[in-house]
């Protein structure tokens, strides 16, 4: 049988189990149950398509992208598009993010995650219009799944940032005196793509600077350490208000144990975990 022929029923059937362990998150079975069929039917271009989306739930958008060398002739070309423009997006090549989205709404208009993509490919672009054009398809076409970013003042999110700093322990808050906690609307570009691999254009914070566990009296003045938070990430990332103040504080947490170089057991005895 040609590799490539179309997938009998019986495989299409596992194909679909794989897919319900990657909704699962069961990751490694869903690994286990396509190497299976990978060994029967090698690189099929369908294969390709689930294991380029297991690649990217696994956080490997580059191994995403070579899981799709071939797989535009699978059986749904705008879901290939749309996983390539994924891949690429996570790494930070929003042109190529945004041409490879274009497509697969050209192939299929109503694919909403395209569209909900091609909004955070534009608005890192920096073109408001365009993200909140596919932002609002996006919602019309599955609501549930693209309610929209939560709205909230930037008063009510910078409220929301010092009461986060404040209910740090005492002995964090301590260590914080000459470090900058700032608000930006999103992530540079520049800061993304400055180490490899790059960081995800969706991060919701970000600690810039050596940790004090590197730093010692005899240092040259420096740049001071600064923690970042990304407001339109996260708002993206939160249904109401109150799931907005648990993730700025525990985003926050997570930041400041970057900047005091804690371990998982330290970041509990430090009361951040």
């Given at each position: ?7 009998t029923e019986?495989?299409w059937e596992?194909v679909?189990q ?7 998150g069961?990751?490694d079975s869903a690994?286990?149950?396509?190497t299976?069929?990978q060994?029967?039917r090698?690189r099929h271009?369908d294969?390709g398509?689930v ?5 990217l739930e696994?956080?490997?958008p ?24 994924l891949?690429h997006f996570?790494?930070?090549q929003l042109?190529s993010?945004?041409d ?5 709404i050209?192939v299929?208009p ?6 909900e993509l ?7 672009l920096?073109?408001e219009t365009q993200s ?6 996006a919602q019309?076409?599955?609501?549930e ?7 909230v ?8 940032v010092?009461?986060?700093l404040?209910?740090l322990p005492e002995?964090?808050r ?6 900058r ?5 999103l992530?540079?570009?520049?800061v ?5 691999p790059?960081?995800p254009?969706?991060?919701l914070?970000l600690?810039?600077g050596?940790?004090l566990?590197?730093r010692s009296?005899?240092?040259?003045p420096?740049?001071?350490p600064?923690?970042y938070?990304?407001r339109?990430?996260l708002?993206r ?7 907005l103040a648990?993730?700025i504080?525990i985003?926050?947490?997570?930041e400041v144990?970057?900047l ?10 430090w009361?951040?975990?």
């Amino acid at each position: 049988m040609s590799p490539f022929e179309t997938l009998t029923e019986s495989e299409w059937e596992r194909v679909e189990q794989v897919w319900r362990l990657i909704e699962k998150g069961e990751l490694d079975s869903a690994r286990r149950d396509l190497t299976g069929l990978q060994h029967e039917r090698g690189r099929h271009p369908d294969l390709g398509i689930v294991d380029a989306a297991l690649h990217l739930e696994a956080g490997e958008p580059q191994d995403a992208l070579e899981a799709l060398h071939g797989a535009e002739r699978s059986a749904d070309p705008a879901q290939f598009f749309h996983l390539r423009a994924l891949a690429h997006f996570e790494l930070v090549q929003l042109e190529s993010a945004r041409d490879d989205a274009e497509r697969a709404i050209t192939v299929n208009p109503a694919l909403a995650e395209a569209h909900e993509l091609l909004s955070r490919v534009y608005e890192h672009l920096g073109d408001e219009t365009q993200s909140a054009v596919h932002a609002t398809t996006a919602q019309d076409l599955d609501a549930e799944s693209f309610p929209g970013a939560l709205e909230v003042s930037d008063e009510d999110f910078d409220e929301l940032v010092e009461q986060a700093l404040g209910e740090l322990p005492e002995r964090v808050r301590n260590e914080l005196h000459e470090v900058r906690v700032l608000v930006q609307p999103l992530p540079e570009r520049h800061v993304l793509t400055g180490g490899t691999p790059p960081l995800p254009p969706d991060i919701l914070g970000l600690f810039v600077g050596r940790h004090l566990m590197e730093r010692s009296h005899s240092d040259l003045p420096d740049e001071p350490p600064a923690i970042y938070l990304f407001r339109r990430n996260l708002l993206r990332s939160c249904a109401d208000r109150d799931e907005l103040a648990r993730e700025i504080r525990i985003t926050l947490q997570h930041e400041v144990g970057h900047l005091l170089g804690l371990d998982e057991d330290e970041l509990e005895e430090w009361g951040l975990a």
